[in-house]
T-cell receptor, first 115, second 115 residues
């Protein structure tokens, strides 16, 4: 099976702009989660989507949003970019199943730089 | 809320030496525990997981971890380190939320391997 695919790998944006990141999960995985990784804060959970519905949300401002399509592909959007949004954004997928505890499979991330 | 502490930010070992990376967690119920590894420019790869049963779990690449409930620990070990093991290692605890689980990650331990 193909792994989790994130596009693009690198992005450079200017403060105030908006950006959209894309994630294609492993085939058959219905849950997609997004994480922000920075040297200062580590890995922080943004949100999780399951069957096109946001099921869990982390503690991020409303500028961060996402959605999931019927084929489980997901996008996240960051509006009004700030310098502090510079980070590696990781997408992960899994198929929660009955117990909901299947491990996450991560993509290689999108490196966002805000100037 | 759950939390994970990885006390060691950096660990340096010589190739061929044994390795132990520490992880302490805080969670009120039976935890789901994970170790992930991240190579530079890559996403996170699952090394091993603990859900229940045998407290000594085997993972990929020769890694193992032992769950000790009394110490709230889930330390990662490897008997003989290879230069290719140099990477960032993350411990995570998963908590059930809305039908799935949301893992909380530690801040990571950077492993440096000397020849």
């Amino acid at each position: 099976k193909a792994g989790v695919t994130q596009t693009p790998r690198y992005l450079i944006k200017t403060r105030g702009q908006q950006v959209t990141l894309s994630c294609s999960p492993i085939s058959g995985h219905r849950s997609v989660s997004w994480y922000q990784q920075t040297p200062g804060q580590g890995l922080q959970f943004l949100f999780e989507y399951f069957s096109e519905t946001q099921r869990n949300k982390g503690n991020f401002p409303g500028r961060f949003s996402g959605r999931q399509f019927s084929n489980s592909r997901s996008e996240m959007n960051v509006s009004t970019l700030e310098l502090g949004d510079s980070a590696l954004y990781l997408c992960a997928s899994n198929d929660p199943g009955i117990a909901g505890n299947s491990p996450l499979h991560f993509g290689n991330g999108t490196r966002l730089t805000v100037t | 809320a759950q939390s994970v502490t990885q006390p060691d930010i950096h660990i340096t070992v010589s190739e061929g030496a044994s390795l132990e990376l520490r992880c302490n967690y805080s969670y009120g119920a039976t935890p789901y525990l994970f170790w992930y590894v991240q190579s530079p420019g890559q996403g996170l790869q699952l090394l091993l997981k603990y859900f229940s049963g045998d407290t000594l779990v085997q993972g990929i690449k020769g890694f193992e971890a032992e769950f000790k409930r009394s110490q709230s620990s889930f330390n990662l070990r490897k008997p003989s380190v290879h230069w290719s093991d140099a990477a960032e290692y993350f411990c995570a605890v998963g908590a059930s939320s809305g039908g799935s689980y949301i893992p909380t990650f530690g801040r990571g331990t950077s492993l440096i391997v000397h020849p």
